[in-house]
């Protein structure tokens, strides 16, 4: 047998290194293959520096396909190239790249900026790092569409806010005529030569009454929605809020005979206090409106761990399932809502001022049985100081 001149342990060693030396070619492979499959562009440079160490230009030692596609420069055009040859126009692009790539290689201190190319018409998100002093690789994305899906965005946001700005005006102006009617027909009230006379004037003002009070909720709706409408936050006793907004709702309760039940208690929070007493009056009024005569409307205050709980609860109507989800939508009535009049306003009012109180509101209702809309806001506990100033206002 031919013995080898090799000692065997130095054989399986050789052995070993090849197949080292395979994976390691085959894992560059893998890694080169992988570099030409990422969609990020990725370019490595050698930056170009004069006399005076100031950076003049850069040239490139390595580019990956995607690069290629994004910049439309050809790998064997550019390598090994200075950039101001292949790309004649880097001058008179709007941002200096030679000098902001310059500073990376230089300092080290990596860089990310978002910037558009007039050579290819194109934005880029561009990262670019230090890897070794004196050169700097760039990582970057074409985000052209991005970017103009936001300019579009924005320019049809800017376009809708003065679409509302104009809409509040001449929703205002058309608000302005019906005060002479509403006080001149009042004045000619007590002239009616006869009855029917009399009804009809008194149809005509309550229908402008109406209208008023229609061009009022969208004024508001819009001016909520806008962001114009200014808050004016302050410590109040939540229950006499309650109060003060039960007193403009004791005829409608009356008419219908509703009872109502009131379970308060003194808990503060900081609030609006016209906006808040505007949410208590909307949901009494939803109460009373889909409640038949005679039933019970009951409002309760409690509170827990840090939150103040308002519920206004009915025994009407209710409301289905399916309703329940679509409720706080703008102009949304249902069918039993229709029936009974109204604009679908509220709710969406409600939800804003609620919104901009830092708080929540819900509904638990059932069909046929009624409906409970509970609102939770933040509580504030009084200090000592303000214990003394608040107590005139407990309930
Ligand atoms: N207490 C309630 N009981 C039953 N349905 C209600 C109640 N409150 C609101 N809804 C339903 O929600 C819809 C929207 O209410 P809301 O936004 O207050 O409208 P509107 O401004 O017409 O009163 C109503 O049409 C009705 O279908
Ligand atoms: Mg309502």
Known sequence: ?????????????????????????????????????????????????????????????????????????????????????????????????????????????????????????KWYSVYAYS??????????????????????????????????????????????????????AGLIKNHMKTSEDADYLQRIISSAFNMRDLINRILTLLKLETGILNYNFKIYNISSVINDALISKKPALDIKRIKLVKKLKNLYASIDYDRMKDVIINLIDNAIKFSESDKIIEIKVWSETNLVYISVKDNGVGISEENLSRLFTKFYQTEEGKKRGGTGIGLKMIKYIIDAHKGRIKVLSELGKGSEFIISIPKRELSKTENKEFIKQEV
């Open 131 to 184: 890897p070794k002093k004196g050169y700097f690789a760039t990582i970057f994305e074409d985000i052209t569409q991005r970017r103009n899906a936001e300019k579009i965005k924005s320019e049809s946001e800017k376009k809708l806010e003065d679409v509302k700005n104009n809409l509040i005006m001449i929703t205002h102006e058309l608000k302005q005529p019906l005060t002479p009617i509403i006080g001149y």
């Open 1 to 121: 047998m031919k013995k080898s001149f090799l000692k065997p342990g130095f054989l399986d060693l050789y052995k070993d290194l090849e197949i080292t030396n395979e994976k390691l070619k085959k894992s560059e492979e893998k890694y080169r293959d992988l570099f030409n499959k990422m969609l990020n562009a990725f370019a490595y440079n050698k930056i170009i520096t004069n006399k005076e160490g100031k950076p003049v230009d850069y040239e490139f030692i390595e580019v990956n396909a995607a690069f290629e596609k994004i910049t439309g420069l050809k790998k064997r055009n550019i390598l090994r190239k200075l950039a101001t040859k292949v790309i004649k126009s880097i001058k008179n692009e709007p941002y200096d790249l030679i000098e902001t790539y310059g500073s990376v290689a230089i300092t080290g201190k990596e860089k990310r900026f978002e910037q558009y190319f007039k050579r290819t018409k």
